[in-house]
């Protein structure tokens, strides 16, 4: 048995990740022998109104972040349209704190081949597209031999699976860049130009890759096609809470002594994921913060957390479910080194095409950095939230407001550790405040 | 005895006009000895211009023209260039090669030294222009320029090795 | 007419067609949307976030400049929160921009001053250390400043979508990208200097103008262009009797912001230190310099001793004197000295086109017709190296109009990457190409042909019949080489035509000589060349012939001459000329050179010394007359007089026929020659593409 990222908790549910742990989970044998394809021929034999009827029942909503519901999504691409219609896997999984996908893709690749053959079907599609991170060269070529055999068994190409339909599925690899997430941007990318997002309307589903119909979501999001299909969108969407259907992975990290991916259902406890799921904070020491879904989310504090993890709940508390990257931090955190960090990474990774992004974040940066030194003086501290403010909503694409949100909440809910560290500065003489 | 009260009130009359006289000569003198000696002016008297130079020898000017444009009179005149390695002028990309100012004109309003980014030129204190030839009334960059600081040289040559235009 | 919305912009009603971008809308009713990248006329970007506006219903504010306007749509420009918005626009702008605004060459006509200082903070709260790049020389006229580029894009687009060039692009990201050539450090491409133009900042700024002076020390005087036939306007920089520089400032005229490199940069030979500033007359064999009254005198005695006792007198005249100049000196030719020995150098058929369309009034194309006609045909020319600005409208109408090009040439141009259908064709079997066109062709709304100079005489006449035969709306544009050849032929300067193409017969005259003949006469006894080079390439047979030349530059045939007459360019006179198109618009002086004069006031200066009276040599005056006299040229006053451009229709019945083939041959002038005057101008000659290629460029498919 191959050594897996994490102990499974027996907490979790486990429907995606049901194969995760079995010996050569990633075979084609192994798949067909625990129900591989069964959801393929059904969906086949409903038909595509009703698969996209199915999912949205199942009230599953995209993984990647912004929790769109799929079954909408499905139902905006247009079918009967003169040009090709493309399938398309955001496999950009780059937030940081969210690890899911790479164990999706692993350990379960055929659930996401299949999840894509659905869709195909939905929207009468014959090509699909992974579309994978750059910085998962391995996993690249574990899906190149995963679809080689898929091919020479007859699951992709001209006859699927013996039925008739025809499937390409090709891989692309991309070259870095965390704004290639997004799921123009990806398109840019996939189609061999810079990575830069499109303006919307139109979106995707009417004109994306190469101005054609196009299908993108996360691979979570697909992977849990398979499961809908088979048991219906009722059973799936029973998983979790009204209008937040199913489970998803949760990649627990940060100051927990047992982190890793766990399959939850939607609206499952925060802390009791945090105490239980992940057994608790080393040293028995105190929660001081989580980001709740990745990086771009509002941070919330420790008093903050006794919510439940869904969609509605989190954008009650102000945060959001976003990827499910969630990061406890610990009494021990230094908030603003973590504002830094963020702050540095969105830098990086700003494409530059608009001004409150490519200059806020850099501005920001420089800012986070001078304070983290201890340099500067309150009125800073105001500015640093005032400029987030002034980049938040305003940018081209969401990485302005993903900067901005962390930053925002981070200043406001952790302004007395900015002060303390002007202020211990200045008292070991180093810099003056004021 | 109308004659001896005339010459009394005479006499006192001189001896109050002598008192201040006298008083006077005992007190500090307020007049100006020029051009016996150098007169005295108050800190923001506006002279004839200086250019500056910066605490390298190198001009202020970075030839922007604000001053000419600011100037009501319309005298001064400005002709640009750009300092380059082997011979650089000014702190800035760019330089007056020419700096003109016509004294026929200027009515030394100060507005130049308002509108000069870069505090390159300033009234000075010299007033001593007036001339029987119009002509020398033109001043050159030369003439307005502040004296080189000691050991400082310019045009300076810079000899330095490129620096990539990395980040 | 297309569907109309009502809207609510800042509380007024307003009616827009369906689908407008908000940002225009607004500019149409007088409400300011401030924005950096976008321009009218390329692809939107909303990267620059300053036009965000309100826009009831829509929880973010949104950019004015790609929104489409719908019926209903609430919009408001003017709320505490949008000026919040563009402040912070700018703040963040300019954050890593050096405010190096006294040095820039853009202070004072920058787009980020403006804005700043009506819509921005008034102090900079950022404390950090900018990002420093150095600058960056990327050909002789273009250079980059990267600290002072705000990313709008405006480069990128104009030269990949305008000119269709696509030197530039994008490298790196986040706060570091930066616009790049795409040959890594330098240029490789027309050199127009388009990007300079369109920068809103001073990033991008020209190697000639760069810090000489500030915009608001020069005279800006708008004329139009004295290189190639398209007339493009083009408003001289001009400070202490020098120019500085060329942009079209106002994006008036008929090219809009469109210029070329020779149009931009091509300016120099104006003040070139080679220019004849005295006149010149031969004494002991050699040209010694002399008065102007000397010269004249020398000349008048001459040319009226030989007048006197019936000899041959020749003119050779120029492809860019003004309309008045020529129509002057074709009167001094005709009603001074009887002579019709009058020529020039033809680059192009018209005399066959006009006569072959026998009258019709609506057939010539004009500048703007190019970029209305759904459809176009190029025959026999390298139009991005020949005919910059009509390229340009090609490609802009397809660019906005999905217009259909068809081109046959005998090597690769550039209007390939857009053509439906481009042919290839040996010179002399263009029009067999041409007819394999005809199914397509005759399926199209209307046509625009232009042709080049390998169809001529009965070719000229083949390409009407076929035009005519497709039963669709045809209109001709005869591709010509110079800013006033089309003028030349007009005003009648060729041995065979008065002005407005009629026949020397109705003035009793026999037709003269042509250049060709002029100079193989060996009995010439006197040749007057005006603004011309014959003597480059040919000589003259006549050995004892007087010859008299007005000239800027002492070329080859000044260098023959027995008397020059310095003079004055067309940057340095007023008067009209006429473009390839018959568009007529008018020269504005812009300067004066010592010691030239303009080569109307030597023909009249020296008709008053022979002591004839062709009337008075003020510009506007012989104008007067042409507009009185030539057929054709009674176009409007005031458009001219505003700066605009009327088209002459010199079409009223036929003209007769003076085509010999081998007197009409384009000189073959790319991009970046320009005859003499290019050879002169040291920043056309400066450049790596000097001299160019015809039918070498755009090999690539899109």
Not at chain 3, 12 to 31: F, M, N, P, S, Y
Not at chain 3, 211 to 224: A, C, F, L, S
Not at chain 3, 462 to 467: D, H, M, N, P, S
Not at chain 3, 572 to 593: F, I, P, W, Y
């Amino acid at each position: 048995m191959k050594i897996l990222y994490n102990e499974p908790s027996p907490l979790e549910t486990r429907v995606l990740s049901r194969r995760f742990g079995l010996e050569n989970s990633e075979r084609l044998d192994t798949y067909l022998a625990t129900g591989g394809f069964e959801a393929f021929r059904k969906a086949l034999e409903i038909g595509p109104d009703q698969i996209i009827s199915e999912v949205k029942t199942s009230a599953l909503r995209g993984r990647g972040g912004a929790g769109f519901p799929t079954g909408m999504k499905w139902s905006f691409v247009p079918r009967n349209h003169p040009k090709p219609r493309y399938i398309i896997v955001n496999a950009d999984e780059s937030e940081p704190g969210t690890c899911k996908d790479r164990l999706l893709m692993e350990y379960d690749p055929y659930q996401l081949l299949e999840g894509m053959l659905i869709a195909g079907i939905a929207v009468d599609s014959r090509k699909g597209y992974i579309y994978v991170r750059g910085e998962y060269r391995y996993l690249i070529t574990h899906l190149e031999r995963v679809v080689e055999e898929a091919y020479s068994r007859g699951y992709l190409g001209k006859n699927v699976a013996g039925t008739g339909f025809e499937f390409d599925v090709y891989l692309h690899s991309g070259a870095g860049a965390y704004e290639c997430g997004e799921e123009t941007a990806l398109l840019d990318s996939l189609e061999g130009k810079r990575g830069i997002p499109r303006m919307k309307p139109p979106f995707p589903a009417v004109s994306g890759a190469w101005q054609s119909p196009t299908l993108l979501n996360n691979v979570e999001t697909f992977s849990a096609v398979p499961h809908i299909i088979l048991n219906g969108g009722q059973w799936f969407a029973g998983l979790g809470t009204p209008k937040n259907g199913g489970t998803r992975l949760v990649c627990i990290s940060g100051h927990v002594n047992k982190p890793g991916v766990y399959e939850l259902p939607l609206g499952y406890p925060m802390l009791k994921a945090i105490y239980e799921v992940a057994g608790g904070i080393p040293g028995g020491r105190k929660l001081k913060a989580v980001i709740p879904g990745g990086s771009s989310c509002p941070v919330l504090r420790a008093a903050e957390c006794d919510l439940a993890m869904d969609y509605d709940s989190l954008a009650k508390a102000g945060s959001m479910l976003g990827s499910g990257g969630m990061v406890v931090m610990d009494e021990t955190t230094d908030m603003v080194r973590a504002a830094l960090r963020i702050m540095a990474f969105y830098q990086h990774e700003s494409c530059g095409w608009c001004i409150p992004c490519r200059e806020g974040t850099a501005w920001l940066r420089k800012m986070l950095a001078r304070l983290d030194a201890g340099i500067g003086t309150p009125a800073d501290i105001d500015l640093v939230g005032e400029l987030s403010k002034n980049m938040l909503g305003r940018t081209f694409c969401a990485l302005g407001d993903a900067a901005a949100m962390p930053t925002i909440s981070i200043v406001e809910k952790f302004r007395d550790e900015f002060e303390a560290k002007l202020q211990s500065y200045a008292a070991a003489g180093l810099v003056q405040v004021g | 005895m109308p004659k001896i009260n005339e010459i009394i009130g005479s006499a006192a009359a001189i001896a109050k006009g002598m008192s201040v006289t006298f008083r006077e000569m005992l007190n500090p003198s307020i007049t100006d000895l020029y051009p016996d000696a150098p007169p005295l002016f108050e800190e923001r008297y506006r002279g004839v211009h200086v250019l500056q130079r910066d605490e390298n020898g190198m001009e202020k000017c970075v030839a922007c023209f604000l001053c000419s444009a600011a100037c009501p009179s319309e005298c001064i005149y400005i002709e640009a260039a750009e300092n380059t390695d082997p011979k650089r002028i000014s702190g800035g990309e760019r330089y007056a090669s020419v700096y003109n100012i016509d004294y026929n004109r200027c009515i030394f309003c100060g507005y130049c030294v308002e509108a000069c980014p870069t505090d390159a030129i300033t009234h000075g204190h010299g007033f001593e222009i007036a001339s029987y030839n119009t002509a020398t009334l033109i001043y050159r960059k030369e003439q307005l320029l502040a004296p080189l600081p000691p050991g400082a040289q310019v045009p300076l040559v810079v000899n330095e090795e490129p620096v990539g235009a990395g980040h | 007419m297309a569907e109309l919305v009502t809207l609510t912009i800042d509380g007024a009603q307003v009616q827009a067609e369906k689908g407008a971008l908000l940002i225009d809308v607004c500019k149409a009713r007088g409400i300011e949307i401030p924005a950096f990248c976008y321009y009218e006329g390329l692809a939107l970007q909303a990267a620059c976030r300053m036009c965000l506006v309100e826009v009831e219903k829509m929880p973010k504010l949104q950019p004015g400049c790609t929104l489409p306007v719908a019926e209903g749509m609430v919009v408001k420009t003017d709320t505490p929160v949008i000026h919040e918005a563009r402040k912070s626009m700018l703040e963040f702008l300019l954050a890593n921009h050096p405010l190096d605004c006294p040095v820039c060459d853009k202070g004072g006509e920058c787009e980020l001053q403006d804005m700043t200082f009506r819509y921005g903070l008034g102090e900079s709260r950022f404390l950090e250390n900018k990002h420093h790049v150095d600058e960056q020389q990327w050909s002789p006229v273009v250079f980059f400043d990267r600290p002072r580029c705000i990313l709008c894009y405006r480069c990128v687009r104009i030269c990949d979508e305008g000119v269709g060039v696509d030197a530039l692009g994008v490298v790196q990201r986040g706060v570091v990208s930066a616009i790049a050539p795409s040959h890594g450090d330098h240029l490789e491409c027309d050199e127009c200097g388009m990007c300079i133009d369109i920068c809103p900042v001073g990033a991008l700024t020209s190697g000639m103008y760069r810090y000489k002076t500030r915009p608001w020390e020069m005279n800006h005087v708008g004329t139009i262009c004295t290189h190639c036939s398209n007339g493009c306007k083009t408003t001289l920089g001009v400070r202490g009797g020098q120019v500085i520089r060329a942009n079209n400032r106002d994006h008036s005229g008929i090219n809009g912001e469109f210029l070329c490199v020779k149009g931009r940069f091509g300016w120099d030979f104006v003040n070139s230190t080679e220019r004849a500033q005295s006149p010149m007359l031969r004494t002991n064999g050699r040209l010694e310099p002399v008065s102007w009254s000397r010269a004249l005198m020398t000349v008048a005695r001459k040319l009226n001793e030989v007048k006197q006792r019936g000899g041959r007198v020749g003119f050779i005249a120029s492809n860019h004197t003004s309309n008045e100049e020529n129509y002057y000196l074709q009167k001094l030719a005709r009603q001074g000295l009887r002579s019709n020995n009058i020529d020039h150098h033809r680059t192009g058929d018209v005399v066959t086109l006009i006569d072959a369309l026998a009258g019709r009034t609506d057939a010539l194309a004009t500048v703007a017709d190019l970029y209305a006609a759904k459809a176009s045909l190029v025959i026999a020319s390298d139009l991005a190296q020949q005919q910059p600005l009509l390229h340009f409208q090609l490609r802009a109408n397809w660019r906005h109009h999905r217009s259909r090009t068809y081109v046959v040439t005998p090597g690769p141009v550039r209007e390939r990457k857009f053509a439906v259908k481009s042919l290839h064709a040996e010179p002399g079997r263009e029009l067999d190409a041409v007819e394999s066109l005809r199914d397509d062709l005759s399926k199209e709304p209307e046509l625009v042909i232009l042709f080049g100079d390998a169809i001529q005489g009965d070719a000229v006449r083949r390409l009407v019949a076929f035009g005519d035969s497709l039963g669709i709306p045809v209109k001709y544009v005869c591709l010509l080489d110079y800013s006033n050849s089309r003028g030349a032929i007009d005003m009648g300067l060729a041995p065979g035509l008065l002005p407005g193409y009629r026949p020397v017969a109705e003035a009793g005259l026999e037709p003269g000589m042509t250049i060709a003949e002029m100079l193989a006469d060996a009995s010439l006894d006197v040749l007057w060349v005006v603004g011309a080079n014959p003597l480059r390439n040919a000589r003259l047979a006549a050995e004892n012939a007087f010859v008299v030349v007005n000239e800027m530059f002492l070329a080859e045939t000044a260098q023959r001459a027995d008397v020059i007459f310095p003079a004055a360019s067309a940057y340095e006179k007023e008067g009209t000329v006429t473009n390839v198109c018959g568009e007529v618009q008018s020269l504005k002086k812009a300067l004066k050179v010592m010691g030239a004069k303009t080569d109307l006031e030597i023909f009249g200066l020296v008709a008053a010394e022979m002591g004839i009276d062709l009337g008075p040599f003020q510009p506007g005056a012989v104008f007067e007359e042409i507009r009185r006299e030539v057929r054709g040229y009674n176009v409007s006053l005031p458009v001219i007089a505003t700066g605009g451009a009327a088209q002459s229709v010199p079409l009223n019945g036929r003209v007769p026929a003076l085509t010999r083939a081998e007197l009409i041959q384009s000189a073959r002038d790319t991009l970046f020659t320009s005859g003499t005057l290019g050879r002169y101008s040291k920043n056309l000659t400066s450049v790596l593409e000097h001299p160019g290629k015809l039918y070498a460029s755009g090999i690539e498919t899109p």
